[in-house]
């Protein structure tokens, strides 16, 4: 009877750690908790990344006579147009302007892709300088940089005019089991004025947050959870545990062989 009693003690006291112990739940763990099953969610953001100071531009002029563009697309080198080179590219200054052939100063602090575009055909043709331009304007330091507790952290160039976060963290490989979901903050620079937002990742009202697509140099930086600080610090109780489950696998191998 004392035989069998221990044994379903030695196996209590395993079972019970092990549960006590289970670092992470569902809560935990699980994106968008809130969301009901065909709920719907519609997406009314027309969100466009506005151009900053310290943006590094590529912007090329096309018309149908090339002839009259090429004092507006300057290429670096000695090849020429054609000839090897490449297209110089236009730093938008403290002062939020870009210094541009011809045109000279020219402000686009501020303004999306787009606006930029239409700011410069307007420029040309009131100055009856381009007949029906196409102008085509590209960020060429748009990066997001990703910190913290996911697979990959690192700088990553963005191609297009908008990312989500949650396509970012999906190219740093997806947040760690240890990352906290509850709390990522991202840290935005506009002009010198840095703004910290945090946002809860297991519930549906991202998609809704202010950061949920990301402008050029923003910075995602996932927190960790309790279990990852406290092991990272070489807190004294991750020593307590380990001993208390050796002592449980202990009593269990004992008993279990008697």
Request: net charge neutral; charged share 20%.
């Amino acid at each position: 009877m004392n035989h069998y009693f221990f044994k379903s003690k030695a196996a209590y006291v395993v079972v019970s750690f092990l549960i006590l112990t289970s670092c992470y739940t569902k809560k935990d763990i699980v994106y968008f908790q809130d969301a009901k099953d065909f709920e719907t969610i519609v997406d009314t953001d027309t969100f466009r990344a506005k151009l900053k100071i310290g943006d590094v531009l590529s912007i090329y002029v096309s018309t149908i006579n090339p002839e009259v563009t090429k004092p507006y697309n300057i290429v670096d080198g000695t090849g020429g147009e054609g000839g090897g080179g490449q297209l110089i590219d236009y730093l938008i200054d403290s002062d939020g302007n870009i210094d541009y052939p011809v045109l000279g100063k020219v402000k686009l602090l501020g303004l999306t892709v787009e606006e930029a575009k239409q700011l410069l055909k307007k420029k040309f043709e009131e100055g009856n300088l381009l007949k029906d331009p196409v102008v085509i304007i590209r960020i060429k330091n748009y990066t997001v940089t990703i910190l913290g507790w996911v697979g990959n952290a690192g700088v990553y160039p963005i191609s297009g005019e908008r990312i989500s976060i949650l396509q970012a963290i999906a190219m740093a490989g997806d947040l760690q089991i240890s990352g906290k979901r509850k709390d990522v903050t991202v840290i935005r620079d506009f002009n010198g004025t840095k703004t910290y937002t945090r946002i809860d990742l297991t519930s549906k009202e991202v998609f809704n947050s202010p950061v949920y697509y990301l402008t050029q140099n923003d910075i995602v930086y996932v927190h960790p959870n309790s279990g990852a600080i406290s092991a990272a610090s070489g807190d004294s109780r991750i020593g307590l545990i380990s001993s208390l489950a050796s002592i449980a696998v202990s009593l269990a191998l004992i008993f279990t062989r008697r």
